[in-house]
């Protein structure tokens, strides 16, 4: 029941597989059966709330934010965390709830307890794009 991301041809450094954006919903059966496959082939693989991402390489979203913000940025983020808020909605953000000070998960981040060992800081009182605006109307 899972498909290719209809984003996939724009994606060049990982394969995300759609489990219930373009698909009907792939049960917790299925998502851990496509895990282990491609685990089992050395695979990289995260849960993210629509998508399994799939990689080869040690390079991880916390890894690349680092890169990124030390690159573009001119900054260190290990030195700079507190001046950066992160928000996610899923287990694939776990490391970034993990590393910042300021971690926001928007209120569907919970339907993952499950696969989370690390919560983020905050957690908002709405899911998706209307989780995103409370914390952009706390910022402000």
């Keep these: 029941g899972a498909a290719l991301a209809n984003d996939q041809e724009y994606r060049e450094h990982d394969l995300a597989i759609d489990f219930c954006e373009d698909v009907p919903r792939v049960g917790e059966d299925g998502i851990n059966k496509i895990l282990e496959i491609c685990k089992n082939h050395g695979a990289i693989t995260k849960v993210s709330s629509i998508h399994l991402n799939v990689w080869f390489g040690d390079y991880t979203k916390l890894s690349t934010t680092k890169l990124y913000v030390r690159e573009e940025l001119g900054m260190n983020l290990d030195k700079d965390n507190e001046k950066f808020a992160f928000c996610g909605d899923s287990p694939n953000d776990e490391p970034m709830f993990e590393f910042f000070t300021n971690s926001v998960g928007?209120?569907?981040?919970?339907?993952?307890?499950?696969?989370?060992?690390?919560?983020?800081?905050?957690?908002?009182?709405?899911?998706?794009?209307?989780?995103?605006?409370?914390?952009?109307?706390?910022?402000v």
């Design 106 to 139: 928007v209120a569907n981040v919970m339907n993952f307890k499950n696969r989370l060992k690390t919560f983020p800081g905050y957690v908002t009182s709405k899911e998706n794009g209307g989780g995103f605006a409370e914390l952009a109307r706390l910022l």
